[in-house]
């Protein structure tokens, strides 16, 4: 569908494969990378498998979703990246989500990620506004949705999967209605 890959200065953004399966595992599973998002921790690789699909049918679906993030060139997966449709306060928008092994964390491929998901959702899909919802402990993660373009929405906080969500958000484009 033309939008299975992504490609940065530093980074390969591509749908995820089978073969990502363990690498889903492998963040997914480490207490760190899910320390604010407790319910998003895996602990076997079916349930692995499960997510995989969850992201395949979202793909399938919409013909975009979550990028497994690779270095630039090869390498192994360094983490996740991507848009998934969801319905927030009675709208369609665009969940933006990030997830990367702690070995990489600091380095700015999170932002660099992030920032390519966000562009890519302004030139194709303008129709629908972004958010990323942030844990209030979670700073690096509000640095990252900042820095890749949006922008605190306090008036959209309020109760999310593991607690309490503050919102960032990039509304609809100008000239675009939802």
Not at 9 to 28: N, Q, T, V
Not at 86 to 102: D, G, K, T
Not at 151 to 164: C, E, I, N, Q, S
Request: positive net charge.
């Amino acid at each position: 569908m033309g939008h299975e890959e992504l490609v940065t200065r530093r980074l390969s953004l591509r749908r995820p494969a089978p073969g990502d399966i363990d690498a889903i595992l492998a963040i997914h599973r480490d207490p760190r990378a899910c320390a604010h998002n407790p319910s998003d921790q895996l602990t076997a690789r079916d349930e692995a498998e499960q997510l995989f699909h969850r992201w395949d049918a979202h793909w399938s679906g919409h013909g975009f979703g979550y990028w497994t993030v690779r270095p630039a060139g090869a390498g192994e997966p360094v983490g996740f990246c991507g848009l998934k449709v969801v319905e927030f306060r009675r709208q369609m928008v665009l969940n933006l989500f990030y997830r990367f092994a702690p070995a990489h964390w600091g380095a700015g491929l999170a932002t660099e990620a992030a920032t390519a998901a966000v562009e890519w959702a302004a030139a194709h899909r303008p129709e629908h506004s972004v958010i990323a919802r942030v844990r209030p402990a979670n700073h690096a993660s509000a640095k990252v949705a900042a820095r890749a373009g949006l922008t605190r929405a306090t008036h959209l906080d309020g109760p999310g999967y593991d607690g309490h969500d503050h919102i960032f958000h990039r509304p609809v484009s100008a000239g675009q209605h939802r």
